[in-house]
Nanobody
Framework: QVQLVESGGGLVQPGGSLRLSCAAS????????MGWYRQAPGKQRELVAS???????NYVDSVKGRFTIFRDDAKNTVYLQMNSLKPDDTAVYYC??????????WGQGTQVTVSS
């Protein structure tokens, strides 16, 4: 059974930081492209950041310079370091593992709320 388990979400003030973790099991983690998506109420789910098996990264323009995605293959874990958080970053964040654009697995999601 494949499992992706996110953790690290919570409530943070604008300008603050959080680090999200996604621990994977049931896959050969090192060959998968890993991604973080988010979905806010009333909005489409969007890709925030991704990292390939060769550690090539991609970010949505709105988080460039603030968020960093990185992976630890020895721990089967991918992380999203989020700095300088804004209220517009408030969303449920989901971990994704895939070998193509049209296949893969999803985590259960973790809530991130940025509010004063």
């Amino acid at each position: 059974q494949v499992q992706l388990v996110e953790s690290g979400g919570g409530l943070v003030q604008p300008g603050g930081s959080l680090r999200l973790s996604c621990a994977a099991s049931g896959i050969i983690f090192s060959i998968y492209t890993m991604g973080w998506y988010r979905q806010a109420p009333g909005k489409q789910r969007e890709l925030v950041a991704s990292i390939t098996s060769l550690r090539n990264t991609n970010y949505v323009d709105s988080v460039k310079g603030r968020f960093t995605i990185f992976r630890d293959d020895a721990k089967n874990t991918v992380y999203l370091q989020m700095n300088s958080l804004k209220p517009d970053d408030t969303a449920v964040y989901y971990c994704h593992a895939g070998l193509s654009a049209t296949s893969g697995y999803w985590g259960q999601g973790t809530q991130v709320t940025v509010s004063s």
